[in-house]
């Protein structure tokens, strides 16, 4: 079954850096777009970044753009969130998510902190 495990995310104050991972098993990682959201506390999910199947096109969410960059390395069935300059804003649980068949699957999601 489709699997999406997120790791990588902590505590770390502003201006930090940290690195977001999402391992994939389940389904043909390649063959598939994919995409990173995060929910802040009070608020709606929302969509942060969006990679294509080889990774040669991405899109990024307005207030993200400049400092995040997302990446994929298809044969470790894995994508990234590099997230520099981190602003308090960006607080929130961070999921990754892929589209098969239809159905979208989540994985658990990975809390991001940042605060001094």
């Known amino acids: 079954q489709v699997q999406l495990v997120e790791s990588g995310g902590g505590l770390v104050q502003p201006g930090g850096s940290l690195r977001l991972s999402c391992a994939a098993s389940?389904?043909?990682?390649?063959?598939?777009?994919m995409g990173w959201y995060r929910q802040a506390p009070g608020k709606a999910r929302e969509w942060v970044a969006g990679?294509?199947?080889?990774?040669?096109?991405?899109n990024y969410l307005d207030s993200v753009r400049e400092r995040f960059t997302i990446s994929r390395d298809n044969p470790r069935n894995t994508m990234y969130l590099q997230m520099n300059s981190l602003k308090a804003e960006d607080t929130a649980v961070y999921y990754c998510?892929?589209?098969?068949?239809?159905?979208?699957?989540w994985g658990q999601g990975t809390q991001v902190t940042v605060s001094s």
């Open positions: 990679i294509n199947t080889s990774g040669s096109r991405t």
């Open positions: 998510k892929v589209p098969v068949g239809g159905v979208d699957y």
């Open positions: 389940g389904f043909p990682f390649s063959d598939h777009i």
